[in-house]
């Protein structure tokens, strides 16, 4: 298993502020992903992040908006940039410890309200 | 993009009944999970199917994997107050990553 922790749990910003996100696990892992979850919202991935590479962003997502930092094995960040209401969302960060989704773990969640 | 509807999309139930839920997708996946997300928590895996047809139970939980390889179900045995939470399901495709249902928000009562 992994065990991950997210800072800050919760934050709230004023629109037009940044606010990055740290995500740090207990062992190394290859495979990280960052996930947002709207309100009352099912999850969605934002990207994929493996160190040693540019991170992979999915469709509606973009670098500018979301960049992403892998600086090494056990720790990531996504700063969320120029925010506005609609980025309020709990952004969660997850690995893959094995390579198959059984050995797939989630973070606790950031929860970000943007006024 | 790819998109699983669950349903129902909250229940309230009295302990020690039976719950019932499912996921239906448009496109086929290979790999279908289901996990469950409790306040102030990241989702945990609760079952994962690999093999149509496949029938897995874990603990007072059992899911299947559809034949037709777009559906799956969960169901929850006796439910007990500690069921409170979000049900999930998640499927994987050709492509390496998930896609989450809409979520069943489940309320227990005494």
């Known amino acids: 298993s992994a065990v991950i922790s997210q800072k800050p749990s919760r934050d709230i910003c004023q629109r037009g502020t940044s606010l990055t996100i740290q995500c740090q696990v207990d062992s190394q892992v290859t495979m990280m992903f960052w996930y947002r979850q709207q309100p009352g919202q099912s999850l969605t991935l934002i990207a994929t992040a493996n160190q040693g590479s540019e991170a992979t962003y999915e469709s509606g997502f973009v670098i500018d908006k979301f960049p992403i930092s892998r600086p090494n094995l056990t720790f990531s960040t996504l700063t969320v940039s120029n925010m506005s209401p609609e980025d309020s969302s709990i952004y969660l960060c997850?690995?893959?410890?094995?390579?198959?989704?059984?050995?797939?773990?989630f973070g606790p969640g950031t929860r970000l309200l943007v006024l | 993009g790819q998109q699983l509807n669950q349903s129902p999309q909250s229940m309230f139930i009295q302990e020690g009944e039976d719950v019932s839920m499912n996921c239906t997708s448009s496109?086929?996946?290979?790999?279908w999970l289901w996990y469950k997300q409790e306040p102030g928590e990241g989702p945990v895996l609760l079952i994962a199917?690999?093999?149509?047809?496949e029938l897995t139970s874990n603990g007072r939980l059992t899911a299947q994997f559809g034949i037709t390889r777009k559906d799956s179900f969960l169901n929850i045995s006796a439910s007990i107050p500690s069921d409170v939470g979000i049900y999930f399901c998640a499927g994987s495709g050709t492509a390496s990553k998930l896609t989450f249902g809409t979520g069943t928000r489940l309320q227990v009562t005494l």
């Open positions: 997850s690995v893959n410890t094995g390579g198959g989704w059984e050995t797939q773990y």
């Open positions: 199917l690999y093999k149509a047809g």
């Open positions: 496109s086929i996946f290979n790999t």
